[in-house]
């Protein structure tokens, strides 16, 4: 479904999270802009490095194992802690958007392994509740997930329970495993959409560690920079990437999450205010408007709303010449795969003939019997219109 004019979420997804089946993975790309401000984890390496008066990591390198490389009397830790919080740090609007979406899910559930506090800050400024939070390696059972989890700690942990390293890393999902057996169950359970992460992240290739063969179906949501030409690579671990154009500090990004919340929080309400602009000339060109209509007919509340409000009160102000496109888009609708059973249909078909002729809506009446959504003996009167 294209959500905004820049990005497309595929409907598999999008079911997910309306059936309460979707988990939110977010990484340090959201937390790049301001007020935000933090590193990513390349940059992060190279500030530990100048404070620890280190020669810089070069191209190529491996990052968690440069950083597990500096001298034992650095607290490389203890620095990356302080680095993520100071009073000039603060939720920025993707954090915002974020917590927004995961709020309109039934259950809230987010893993990060960023150790900033920024989600949270975003939660209590907008008023949203995100549930229990949980830091590794006191992680929950990954089958039964809810809340909030700092999959490599936080701010707040203690320095030894810090994922940062290579040290670390091979702890928490070799040696010790307790963030493998975890992912494992919870890819197993919940259909997974990245958030913040790019290909060459750390973090992918341990996350990956944690999918098998039974995973549900994951997405990431990438710049079309970072796409670049990688579709196959992505493909090739299991992850569907969901582009996005990076201009403007990728704020089509957020534009695409804060519009999968509204509709995620679509009501009768909400249809009857944008429906009768999007349809009033017959069948949308706009693939976002389609797509809208399309998803809305697939409700009970949104076919509800199309008969009472659109299709019934807006026909006498259709002009002649919009007859085809008009009866066209109903077409469309009417084929949709899940249309629910919609109340008066009959009489919005009587409606359609006596404003435009039997001629012009007898396929529609056609295929509303195919659809089993009006009566097999139901036949119109002709009071008036053309014939």
Partial sequence: MWITADVNIPQQLLDAAAKDEVVFFVGAGVSFNPPSNLPSYEQLATKLAEEADEPLPHNGEQLDR??????????????????????????????EAIVRLVS????????????DLLLEEAAQKQNCDLGRSYY???VPIGSDFSGLLYLHGSVDSPDREIVLDDRDFARAYLSEGWA??????????????????????????????GISSHARPRYIFLSE???????????HNGITPIAYPSANKHCALVRAINAWADHMSLDYNAYEKRLPGIIE???????????????????????????????????????QECAEAFIEFYTCLFKQPDIPYVWRVEELLQNLIDKFGIGKVSPLVSLA???RIISDTWSPSFKGGAA
Wanted: glycine share 6%.
């Fill in 66 to 95: 440069f950083i597990g490389m500096l001298p034992d009397n650095f607290n490389a830790h203890k620095r990356t802690k302080d680095l993520m919080r100071g009073d000039n740090i603060h939720c920025n609007s993707t954090h």
């Fill in 104 to 115: 309109s899910v039934k259950t809230p559930r987010i893993v990060t392994t960023n150790y």
């Fill in 136 to 138: 590794g390696p006191a």
């Fill in 180 to 209: 493998t057996r975890f992912l494992l169950k919870l890819f197993e359970t919940y259909t997974v959409v990245f958030i913040g992460y790019s290909f060459g992240d750390v973090i992918m290739r341990y996350l990956a560690l």
């Fill in 225 to 235: 920079e970072d796409m670049n030409g990688r579709d196959n690579e992505w493909q």
């Fill in 281 to 319: 000339n017959g069948v949308p060109k706009d693939a976002v408007d389609l797509d809208y209509a399309s998803a809305a007919l697939s409700t009970a509340e949104g076919a509800q709303c199309f008969v009472d409000i659109i299709m019934l009160k807006n026909i006498d102000d259709i002009p």
């Fill in 369 to 371: 019997r195919q659809k």
